[in-house]
């Protein structure tokens, strides 16, 4: 930043608040205007430039979080962190206004070391926010309204340094909007450690968290090399009992014994974690500790599954392209409209890995640069995903079409011959009818029963039955 003093934008209506604020910045160096009201706010944030702005809840024309509001409306130059001040223990109203944008808050009565440690986090996001805000589009790609949705919510708790638990399926992007909301945040400079706790052997883990003996490999422990940054726990459902009680109690204490040296270490780490099942589930369940829970989510961001966003398929389909031809210098391969509708008609159960997998598996073994359907090798059942337990798309077909005639015929010894249908899509009709033709069978007409044979809904199967002229 340049060497200006820095001007912060304090919102409040009592007095000695008002006092006591403006002194601990001049001590800092910072500079304070203040406002009394939420109009006052508005009026001060349109005139000029501020690096940061601190409001009260309770204001005479309003509440601090209309103030919150209007600095999220502000044109990019002028946009500020904003941190709010809140009622004793009152969380909800400090989580509403972490929701809608502020990047921290400080509850009465003020605490003064609180209070610095806010103004220097506020210090390092405002200098920070450029840079990250052109990064970003970059990295969480899709133009899908859920997607477009999600990214405000991370650019809006990147700014705060609260605890978020991200929720989604597999492969689906949760550690990708870690490293987003790492990136974006006042902590982008320090390090961002992942840590994969389903695939760490369960003795490893306290070594490799807290440190091990001094003259181990790992001495110091994953903690210690995020010190000052972002850890990240991928799947944290899966860490054992003993590890949740060692962690929970770092995180409360902001700090923990040193293995190796016997020293107390200090933790200044913003916590951040995934999941794959629902943590509710797990607490209930007596699988993972309540007050941990309550620890690390504190905000919860959900990744939508890639078929509930099917029309960022082709985008990414051809960014995923672009980044393998550059991985391996050649042209970038380009995928062919039946490719693409045959990726959007399938239900991603791995999403966007399984999305990268396929497209990689296609171009090593594809001849040319275009790839077609038949050049994707696509799962014919796809597996339910585990953690939401939802059926098979209701619209996609019962084998998606990208499947090719030989594998069909593969699948189907003695049954079928390519040759008896003119397309690609009356062949696989004939298939789904058979299919539904066999369910009812079995079931005696019971299209209930029918339709949870094959893995459908009865919504789902009475449609099919209708597009298959099947209805009687
Ligand atoms: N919106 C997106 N734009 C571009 N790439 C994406 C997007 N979402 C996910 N990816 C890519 O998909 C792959 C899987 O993403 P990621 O590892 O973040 O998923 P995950 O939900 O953490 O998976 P797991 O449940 O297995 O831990 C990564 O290569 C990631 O870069």
Do not use: W
Not at 463 to 470: G, W
């Amino acid at each position: 930043m340049a060497d200006r003093q820095p001007i912060a934008l304090v919102v409040d209506d009592e007095p000695d608040i008002c006092n006591l604020i403006s002194m601990t910045l001049q001590r800092m160096d910072v500079r304070a205007d203040i406002a009394m009201s939420v109009a006052e706010a508005r009026r001060r944030l349109a005139e000029k430039h501020y690096d940061f702005c601190l409001t009260d809840m309770r204001l005479p024309d309003g509440d601090g979080l209309q103030v919150v509001e209007a600095i999220q409306e502000l044109p990019a130059d002028r946009a500020l962190p904003v941190a709010v001040i809140t009622a004793h223990g009152n969380m909800d109203t400090a989580i509403a206004a972490l929701k809608l944008g502020a990047f921290d808050f400080v509850s009465k009565p003020v605490n003064l070391e609180r209070l610095r440690n806010l103004v220097q986090l506020a210090l390092r996001l405002n200098e920070g926010r450029f840079l990250a805000r052109q990064e970003f589009p970059a990295l969480f790609q899709g133009q899908s309204d859920a997607i477009q949705a999600l990214r405000v919510q991370i650019e809006k708790i990147a700014r705060s340094d609260a605890p978020v638990h991200i929720t989604g399926e597999a492969g689906s992007g949760k550690e990708l909007a870690a490293r987003c909301i790492h990136d974006q945040g006042p902590r982008c400079n320090r390090a961002f450690v992942p840590v994969h706790c389903a695939t760490i052997p369960a003795e490893q883990l306290e070594p490799l968290l807290f440190g091990g003996p001094i003259q181990s490999e790992r001495a110091s422990g994953l903690l210690q090399t995020a010190n000052g940054g972002t850890l990240y726990f991928d799947d944290v459902t899966e860490l054992p009992q003993d590890i949740q009680v060692k962690l929970l109690r770092a995180i409360q204490e902001k700090g923990f014994r040193s293995a190796a040296t016997g020293e107390n270490i200090k933790l200044d780490i913003r916590i951040l974690t995934g999941s794959r099942k629902p943590l509710t589930d797990e607490v209930r369940a007596g699988r993972f500790r309540s007050d941990l829970y309550y620890l690390i989510n504190v905000i919860e961001l959900a990744i939508p599954p890639l078929r509930e966003r099917r029309e960022d398929i082709p985008l990414l389909t051809r960014n995923v392209l672009r980044r393998i031809s550059s991985e391996s210098r050649g042209a970038a391969a380009k995928a062919s409209q039946d490719a693409v509708l045959a990726l959007q008609t399938y239900s991603f159960p791995g999403n966007l890995r399984e999305l990268e997998n396929i497209l990689e598996r296609a171009v090593t073994l594809g001849e040319s640069s275009t790839l077609y359907a038949r050049d994707l090798v696509i799962p014919a059942a796809s597996p339910i995903p585990c953690n939401t337990g939802t059926r098979q798309n209701d619209l996609s077909p019962l084998i998606p079409p990208s499947v090719s005639t030989g594998t069909l015929l593969a699948a189907y010894p003695g049954q079928f011959s390519s040759s008896d249908f003119e397309t690609l899509d009356d062949f696989l009709q004939s298939i789904e009818r058979e299919a539904i033709e066999s369910a009812l069978g079995e079931t005696g007409g019971n299209k209930t029963a029918a339709a949870e044979k094959l893995g459908i809904s009865f919504r789902s199967l009475r449609y099919r039955l209708k597009k298959l002229n099947m209805e009687e």
